[in-house]
């Protein structure tokens, strides 16, 4: 695997301001993360709210400096360079964000949000420019004349979608988008889902996506590692990870996923109660309140992150001897002739497709 | 349907000021005790202003009920007086809402939140009522609730929150419990501890439950019977087993395509194409009509919400759908 973009003991520590009496508080929200990202992939960080899932992804970028630790991207430490040469690389590394209602200004028009990047960056002629936008316009399934609107006259998706053409703009070679696809309607979402996939192969981009949405990074991601409270916990391929957990807290997460699918699985309460106050996380593995699996060395000793094979890394004492469950085939049963109807209804959906790209 | 019907919802239509076509169109359903009814659709469906409608909170104006019934045992909470209806809502009728946060005061204790409610309902007194909130707080499963009674909400976590909104709406025993998103914004597993909480209660006290969401997976773990609305109207109804196992909308059907699988990987996800018209941009007719890849001349008057047997019933002109009519019907639609 040749890694495009890597992190050695990241970290970021949040100060609370210090209060009249006492000590201020420190938040590990990332508590030391080394990941390796291989060019072309889609690498997605999975985790609950507060397990430093955000963080990380601004870290990458360097949105936000880090307390210690590396980024590295083809040779350079990103959390040492300058900031001309630190701006210079955010040509090749694109942010997309959660919520496509706050991330644009709504006093720019389409065309000069989705041209800024190359404004800034000096890319091409105005002219040049103009011409980039309409084409960016219509890959990501918008209309040229799109360019002279502004942000509040298109919905949730749409907006979702000049995010991403802004973010495609520079012609960058990573892509990170934060819970890119949660905000929206599942339908939408599928939409966008598609735009995501089709762009990552017309460009060659890697893709890192942040997400709690399990299904959806089931459905992108090659390889997906698992945060529980600043720290990865798993890190696996993602057929591997869903089929086969090896991390307690993995098998949790995938256990409590309500199924689509009537009559398939209750979802299972894996885990009882609230994850732990990240401003004092416990003593030896921080899942260890919550484990079901949990003995003696596991409230004591911290686990690291050891190498399982066929490229799979997992912090937990009991790895090697512990039996996990993932899913199991939960396929919606359906009678023949509703099954007769998704076929024609995916074969109306291709050819309408095929007649009017975009949709 | 039977005559043991707690609820009984009979054409809700719902106008808002400025917009011809009603934005929520002839929606009725009945519910038993003890039964869960799902309600799902995506963003500007009409599945919460429907609920909102039912315990009398719609924002009148810009919106008015035109037209509608809803028999909650025997009386029409549409048309009862707001001093009757307040005595119902919170007492034999209680809502848990998507964010706990904006409907719990914010300074109050949580016990006397409770407490207040009871009180209310019950006409009993200060200690009574306080025994009661404690003895619900432990029925949701809150730890320490001798403690948490005297917290302040924004002192608990968004999950032990949603706890302490169920044990308000359950303090009174109501006989319907009406849940507008009550986990959407919580976390997978605490999602998953609230959904399992509010089944066994349910299971306790035998309440009839109309649960609003968007989650199919939601819909698949708690559904009884199941709506799913689109533009404002319901266009497919049946059992949980009828909707997921013979879904016959296109709409329904594009929906469950949209999800991405937790099996195996399947290329491109099929998707429902296009977003809602706006509300002043309603096609006449089939409101689905112009994202549906079937669709044709047809679809041009609204289809009605027609019985296929057994009670699934399904509003599309093409329904049944069968594969000998629908190659003729793309080529005529396209």
């Known amino acids: ?359 | 349907m039977t005559a043991t019907a707690l609820l009984e919802l009979e054409g809700l239509t719902i106008a808002l000021k400025g917009v011809d076509q009603p934005i929520v169109d002839n929606v009725g359903f009945t519910l038993a005790r003890g039964e869960t009814l799902c309600i799902v659709g995506e963003s500007g469906c009409g599945k919460s202003l429907t609920s909102l409608a039912l315990m009398g909170l719609l924002q009148t104006p810009p919106l008015t009920v035109t037209r509608g019934m809803a028999r909650f045992a025997g009386e029409d909470l549409l048309a009862m007086p707001a001093a009757r209806l307040r005595q119902i809502r919170g007492g034999r009728m209680a809502m848990i809402f998507q964010e706990p946060m904006t409907s719990l005061n914010p300074g109050l204790r949580i016990g006397e939140q409770i407490a207040e409610s009871v009180r209310r309902h019950k006409g009993v007194g200060q200690a009574e009522a306080r025994a009661r909130a404690l003895e619900m707080l432990r029925r949701v499963r809150i730890p320490a609730p001798e403690k948490r009674l005297d917290e302040y909400p924004h002192q608990l976590s968004g999950g032990m929150r949603q706890r302490a909104m169920i044990a308000m709406a359950l303090a009174n025993d109501p006989e319907l419990l009406i849940a507008d998103e009550p986990t959407t914004a919580l976390d997978v597993t605490i999602q998953a501890q609230i959904l399992k909480l509010m089944k066994s209660l349910q299971q306790e006290t035998g309440a009839a439950m109309v649960l609003i969401t968007h989650d199919l997976g939601v819909v698949a773990e708690m559904a009884d019977k199941v709506a799913v609305m689109y533009g404002g109207r319901i266009i497919e109804t049946g059992t949980a087993e009828q909707v997921f196992t013979d879904p016959q909308h296109p709409y329904t059907i594009g929906l469950m395509s949209s999800m991405p699988s937790l099996g195996a990987r399947s290329g491109r996800l099929v998707t429902v194409p296009g977003t809602v018209p706006q509300p002043t941009a309603m096609p006449p007719g089939c409101r689905f009509s112009t994202r549906c890849p079937f669709a044709t001349g047809a679809c041009a008057t609204v289809p009605p919400l027609t019985d296929l047997g057994a009670g699934h019933r399904v509003a599309c002109a093409h329904a049944p759908l069968t594969a000998t009519e629908a190659p003729a019907m793309r080529s005529t639609g396209t």
């Open chain 1, 1 to 359: 695997m040749t890694a495009i973009l890597s992190t050695r003991g990241l970290r970021k520590d949040f100060v609370t301001a210090k209060p009249l009496f006492g000590e201020a508080t420190v938040v590990q929200a990332v508590a030391g993360v080394s990941l390796d990202i291989a060019a072309g992939e889609t690498f997605a960080i999975v985790g609950e709210s507060g397990c430093g899932k955000s963080t990380l992804a601004r870290l990458l970028l360097r949105l936000i400096d880090p307390t210690a630790g590396e980024v590295w991207y083809k040779g350079e430490d990103l959390a040492s360079l300058p900031p001309a040469r630190l701006r210079a690389l955010r040509r090749d590394l694109q942010f997309i964000f959660q919520d496509p209602f706050s991330s644009l200004n709504p006093q720019m028009s389409v065309g000069a949000l989705i041209e800024e990047p190359m404004r800034v960056h000096s890319i091409g002629t105005r002219t040049e420019r103009r011409a980039k936008v309409a084409d960016l316009l219509t890959r990501v399934g918008l209309r040229p004349e799109h360019a002279d609107r502004y942000p509040h006259e298109f919905s949730g998706g749409q907006r979702q979608r000049i995010g991403i053409a802004r973010a495609l703009a520079s012609g960058p070679t990573v892509l990170i988008g934060d819970e890119p696809v949660s905000a929206l309607d599942v339908s939408i979402q599928a939409q966008v889902v598609n735009l995501l996939e089709d762009l990552k192969d017309d460009f060659g981009l890697t893709l890192v996506i942040i997400a709690h949405d399990l299904a959806v990074i089931r459905h992108m991601a090659d390889r997906v590692a698992v945060m529980y409270l600043g720290e990865v916990v798993e890190c696996a391929p993602a057929g591997d990870l869903y089929a086969h957990p090896l991390h307690p807290y993995a098998e949790a997460l995938l256990a409590a996923i309500p199924v689509a699918s009537y009559g398939a699985r209750p979802a299972r309460t894996m885990v009882e109660g609230d994850p732990p106050n990240p401003i004092a996380p416990p003593p030896g593995c921080k899942f260890h309140p919550r484990c079901p699996y949990a003995t003696d060395i596991c409230r004591v000793e911290r686990p690291v992150l050891a190498d399982m094979g066929g490229g799979r890394t997992v912090a937990c004492h009991r790895a090697t001897e512990l039996s996990l469950q993932g899913l199991a085939d939960l396929e919606q049963a359906r009678t023949p002739a509703a099954r007769g109807r998704f076929a024609l209804y995916a074969q109306a959906m291709a050819d309408k497709t095929a007649h009017n790209r975009p949709e």
